[in-house]
């Protein structure tokens, strides 16, 4: 099991951006695929963006071109870049490792058991 403590949320305006870092208590050099989760209130928690153990991002289509996922082998940190914020990004934001499945010219992102606490990201003017 690893420890997934994420960080970096806040009150932002819309148009505003916010960088969110999910730091592992173990290498994640060997680990399949991490990504990033949020939940509003009273929804169910979805998907946002996913990065392979090779460095391929996947992205919910609502996030294309305004969120960027990274991640750091050497820190044990992933990464989401999140710039033009718009209201309806509000939510918790969690991390999780899981597996990339290739799929066509990408892969199939599975999550897995371990998240962390979260991390509260309000975009409200």
């Known amino acids: 099991q690893v420890q997934l403590v994420e960080s970096g949320g806040g009150l932002v305006q819309p148009g505003g951006s916010l960088r969110l870092s999910c730091a592992s208590s173990?290498?994640?050099?060997?680990?399949?695929?991490m990504a990033w989760y949020r939940q509003a209130p009273g929804k169910q928690r979805e998907f946002v963006a996913a990065i392979d153990s090779g460095g391929r991002p996947a992205y919910e289509d609502s996030v294309k071109g305004r969120f960027v996922i990274s991640r750091d082998n050497a820190e044990n940190t992933v990464y989401l870049q999140m710039d033009s914020l718009k209201p309806e990004d509000t939510g918790v934001y969690y991390c999780?490792?899981?597996?990339?499945?290739?799929?066509?010219?990408?892969?199939?992102?599975?999550?897995?058991?371990?998240w962390g606490q979260g991390t509260q990201v309000t975009v409200s003017s």
């Open positions: 173990r290498s994640i050099f060997s680990i399949s695929a």
């Open positions: 999780n490792t899981g597996t990339a499945r290739d799929y066509g010219e990408g892969y199939a992102y599975t999550r897995g058991d371990d």
